[in-house]
Structure formats: structure tokens, C-alpha cells
């Protein structure tokens, strides 16, 4: 059974910094993409960066410049450095494994609460 555990989240004012881990466990994560998703109230899920095996980077246009993604194989644990944080990043962050074709497997973690205040 895989387990995404993430941390980090918490409250900061406008402007500020926060790093998010998400700790997987099993042997699965350096052959998955990793990503973090948010999810405000009353809006969808939406990706916010992901990182592939290969360590090629994707952002959603909102966080470009502001948000990094990492990962680290041999801790088996990928990061989101946010800075510059805005009202608007006030979410639940989840974190996702997913890896498609013939071994396919998408898996979740429970999430971690990100409130900026201004």
C-alpha cells in the first residue's frame, strides 16, 4: 500500500514563504510523476506543478516564477518551495503520484491546508 504524507502547509501573510514535503512511501516513487494539486472551497482541483522520473517540470501559469518543485529519489520525497504567496494560493494542497501504461497507478495523499492572509 502506497502512502503520500504531506507537510509544510500552515498560515502566512501575503508575501511570504512556505515549503511543502511530501513524504511516499513504498518503492514506487522514482519511477512516478509527482505532483501537487490545490483545491480551494468551492472550486475545482487543479494541478499546480508537477515533476516527472526525469525531473522535467511543469506549472500551472499562476505560480510561474514563484513556485519551484523538486524531488528527491533517494528520500523518496518531493517538495514545493512557494514564494511570493498570494490570497489566491489559500487551498488545500494534495499531493499525487501517478504513472501511466502498462504498471498505471494514481495515487493521493490527504492533503495539507495553505492559508495566506493578507
Known amino acids: 500500500q502506497v502512502q503520500l504524507v504531506e507537510s509544510g502547509g500552515g498560515l502566512v501573510q501575503t508575501g511570504g514563504s512556505l515549503r511543502l514535503s511530501c513524504a511516499a512511501s513504498?518503492?514506487?516513487?522514482?519511477?512516478?510523476?509527482m505532483g501537487w494539486y490545490r483545491q480551494a472551497p468551492g472550486k475545482q482541483r487543479e494541478l499546480v506543478a508537477a515533476i516527472t522520473s526525469g525531473s522535467n517540470t511543469i506549472y500551472a501559469d499562476s505560480v510561474k516564477g514563484r513556485f519551484t518543485i523538486s524531488r528527491d529519489n533517494a528520500e523518496n520525497t518531493v517538495y514545493l518551495q512557494m514564494n511570493s504567496l498570494k490570497s489566491e494560493d489559500t487551498a488545500v494542497y494534495y499531493c499525487?503520484?501517478?504513472?501511466?501504461?502498462?504498471?498505471?497507478?494514481?495515487?493521493w495523499g490527504r492533503g495539507t491546508q495553505v492559508t495566506v492572509s493578507s
Open positions: 513504498g518503492s514506487i516513487f522514482s519511477a512516478s510523476t
Open positions: 499525487n503520484a501517478k504513472r501511466g501504461g502498462l504498471i498505471a497507478y494514481n495515487y
